[in-house]
């Protein structure tokens, strides 16, 4: 199968893909064997950026012998503000529930 993309849409998923990888990693602390597979893919896409124009917002690592977004990208992607959206909705709804929980469990528990 051959997909093609336009430079735009190349371009939206390469944030996609970092806004995934954030959700699969950002809080593990060790390797994690279930987001191999997803790993695998993100490499795949993020080697054809110098083809699509963007070398200097993925580079090659040849020490890790894999691709990475660069500086540059995480300084001028819109990914980091879904993320940080993402971050604060969660926080606050979990809090709210946890609250809630608690609160309950207080009046009908008896749980101080």
Known sequence: MQIEFTREEYRNI????????????????EEDPKVEAYQALEQKVFAHAKAMGFE??????????????????????????????????????ELISRMADRDLARQVGGVE
């Open 14 to 29: 390469l944030d996609m893909l970092y806004i995934a990888d954030w959700v699969l990693t950002a809080h593990k602390v």
């Open 56 to 93: 200097d917002l993925i580079e090659y690592d040849a020490d890790d012998e894999g691709y990475y977004p660069t500086r540059k990208y995480e300084e001028t992607s819109s990914a980091r503000e879904f993320i940080e959206e993402f971050e604060s909705d969660t926080f606050w709804e």
